[in-house]
């Protein structure tokens, strides 16, 4: 299976898989999502590590149960060869009604195909109050 763009990136295709990634994200659907990274990508998410799909998903599934009214925003920061940099941010609220807005710098590497192969999360959550939200 491919997942254009490939690389090695430009600037142009390298904010084309930034904003696909933004999109599947934001479908909130683990499936989907899971499909972009290769079978055995490994992720650091904030003091989690996770490897294969299988463990992918079912964080994801995880996270939108807790996480509720998840948006995401993504903003490349630089790219080279099969790497790519992004910043962003999201809000979300928890069960008791509390708004968050996470914030976070990710670095990908991909395989020949544009998959996945390894991506590095550090995140920051924010409480903030439902009229400050800037994603709606």
């Given at each position: ?19 696909a990634a933004e999109d599947a ?37 995880g996270k939108w149960e807790r ?70």
């Amino acid at each position: 299976m491919t997942r254009p763009p490939l690389p090695p990136f430009t600037e142009e295709s390298a904010r084309a898989k930034v904003q696909a990634a933004e999109d599947a994200w934001n479908s909130r659907d683990p499936e989907r999502v899971a499909l972009a990274y290769t079978e055995d990508s490994v992720w650091r998410n904030r003091d989690r590590f996770l490897t294969g799909r299988t463990e992918i998903r079912a964080f994801l599934a995880g996270k939108w149960e807790r996480e509720l009214d998840y948006r995401l925003r993504k903003e490349l920061w630089a790219f080279t060869g099969n790497r790519i940099s992004v910043r962003f941010e999201y809000e979300w609220h928890d069960a008791a009604g509390q708004w968050f807005r996470s914030h976070g710098n990710e670095q990908w590497e991909f395989d020949d195909d544009g998959l996945m192969r390894r991506r590095e999360a550090s995140i920051n959550d924010v409480p903030i109050a439902a009229g400050d939200r800037r994603i709606v």
